[in-house]
């Protein structure tokens, strides 16, 4: 069994900061691509960032400058660093990794259950 296990969002003023962090525990072989999605209520799951296993990021347009992805491959941790938070970052942020649980097994895809994260005027 895998779990993605989401922390660190919480509620900010604008031009606040936020850490968040993605652990995947139980059986892992290995993980690919990692990243981080975000949902307002009302509206669709958007792509944040991502990171695959050789360190290539992507980020949407709207946060390039402002967050900054990571992983730490040892603790199985993906990041996200949220600097210069605005209202319109206000959202559930998910995270997201491809994983393979045993040596030529199949790889699947894992959704944390997401972490709130609001941005005050």
């Known amino acids: 069994q895998v779990q993605l296990v989401e922390s660190g969002g919480g509620l900010v003023q604008s031009g606040g900061s936020l850490r968040l962090s993605c652990a995947a525990s139980g059986t892992i072989f290995g993980i690919n691509g990692m990243g981080w999605y975000r949902q307002a209520p009302g509206k669709q799951r958007d792509l944040v960032a991502t990171i695959d296993s050789g360190g290539r990021i992507t980020y949407a347009d709207s946060v390039k400058g402002r967050f900054t992805i990571s992983r730490d491959n040892a603790k199985n941790t993906v990041y996200l660093q949220m600097n210069s938070l605005k209202p319109e970052d206000t959202a559930a942020y998910y995270c997201?990794?491809?994983?393979?649980?045993?040596?030529?097994?199949?790889?699947?895809?894992?959704w944390g259950q997401g972490t709130q994260v609001t941005v005050s005027s």
């Open positions: 997201n990794a491809f994983i393979i649980q045993n040596y030529g097994g199949r790889w699947s895809n894992y």
